[in-house]
């Protein structure tokens, strides 16, 4: 029985967590093909990356009303596809599109559904391991009959490579009505970025409400600057109205992976954590030793963010002689 991907793009390029919940796929059924469904013109130009990770068969949806976005369009082509392949899993990443549309498949589709699965064992009725509460809780679940539907959690696993050749493409139109064209994007306002983006950077700065105002991140900038790094913050920050939402990180705002995560006055609070947990290192700048991030750091310097971040800044240039 196949199985069946749904693929992200940004222009040419595959979306990372999309190459993710394709090693996820592969892990399901061993040598079952896997199954790409990508959206709208272009699509087809991403074929031999899919095929080189082991997509067998990509089948590209295509129709003028899927741009930029129709989710309830988009869920349509899947259910066209899952009717014609009978696959018997589902996968997306569990990015906010991947949940988005899976979760209208299932309604459409009148099947199980379960959201940022990080373990599966396969099988029917199929064995899930999932996060809950913005990845505070994990929980077993089973889903039963097929196709089952899941979600693959951000850096859950690492995307690998199955040397497969470029994937089989076929393009089909599928047949939409009005209704399933009532909630489409119809603007995209792009914000401006300065540098490396907070999801791509290997090393993220935050601030949280310690920093004390939009001014006060004057120096939280300064470092991510010198390392060549984004500028994030917390919650508490976005709805103070000192930085955009844009930056902010957690279960409501971006999850990341960086190399390195500096957060400074920051408390830790689970929602934060759900998006920052994917760091290799976590060093944290906070005045109180007993703030619950410091459970969850590699690092600490218990001290005024004001004082302790200018420091580093000038050591960093001392070091390098600028
Ligand atoms: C449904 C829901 C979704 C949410 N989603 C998110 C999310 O996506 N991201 C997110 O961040 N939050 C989210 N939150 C909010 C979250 O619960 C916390 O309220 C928020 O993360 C707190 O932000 P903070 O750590 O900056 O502030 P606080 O909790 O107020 O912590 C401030 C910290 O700064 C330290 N500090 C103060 N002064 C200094 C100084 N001068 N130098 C150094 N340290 C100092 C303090 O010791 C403290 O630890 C969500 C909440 C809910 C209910």
Not at 1 to 10: I, K, N, T, Y
Not at 127 to 156: C, F, K, M, N
Not at 304 to 319: F, G, I, Q
Request: hydrophobic fraction near 45%; proline fraction near 4%.
């Amino acid at each position: 029985m196949p199985l069946v991907v749904l693929v992200e793009r940004h222009a040419d390029e595959v979306d990372e967590l999309s190459l993710q919940a394709i090693a996820f796929a592969r892990t399901l059924q061993s040598g079952a093909d896997v199954h790409g469904l990508a959206i709208g013109e272009g699509s087809t130009r991403t074929a031999s990356v899919l095929g080189a990770h082991g997509v067998s068969h990509l089948h590209v949806a295509e129709h003028e009303a899927f741009a930029p976005y129709a989710p309830q369009a988009v869920a349509r082509a899947a259910v066209e596809l899952i009717e014609r392949l009978a696959p018997g899993v589902v996968l997306a990443a569990g990015t906010e599109r991947g949940n988005e549309v899976l979760a209208r498949v299932a309604a459409v589709h009148n099947r199980p559904f379960a959201a940022n699965c990080t373990e599966s064992t396969g099988g029917d009725p199929l064995r899930v391991i999932r996060q809950r509460w913005g990845g505070s809780l994990l929980e077993e679940a089973e889903l039963s009959g097929e196709p089952a539907l899941l979600t693959v959690a951000p850096h859950a696993v690492a995307a690998s490579q199955a040397n497969g050749r470029s994937a089989e493409v076929e393009t089909f139109r599928p047949t939409l009505s009005p209704e399933e064209l009532a909630v489409r994007v119809i603007e995209h306002v792009q914000t401006e970025t300065k540098g490396v983006s907070l999801e791509d950077a290997k090393v993220v700065v935050s601030g949280g409400r310690g920093t004390g105002s939009a001014e006060g991140f004057a120096v939280i900038e300064e470092l991510a600057d010198l390392l060549g790094g984004a500028v994030g913050c917390s919650r508490a920050v976005t709805m103070a109205g000192w930085r955009p939402h844009t930056d902010q990180v957690g279960q409501t705002g971006t999850k990341i992976a960086p190399d390195v995560y500096i957060a400074c006055g920051i408390s830790g609070a689970t929602q934060h954590m759900a998006g920052c947990k994917g760091a290799k290192k976590i060093l944290v700048i906070n005045t109180d030793p007993e703030a619950s991030i410091m459970t969850g750091a590699d690092y600490a310097v218990i001290g005024d963010l004001h004082e302790v971040v200018p420091a580093v800044s000038t050591a960093l240039r001392k070091a390098r002689g600028t």
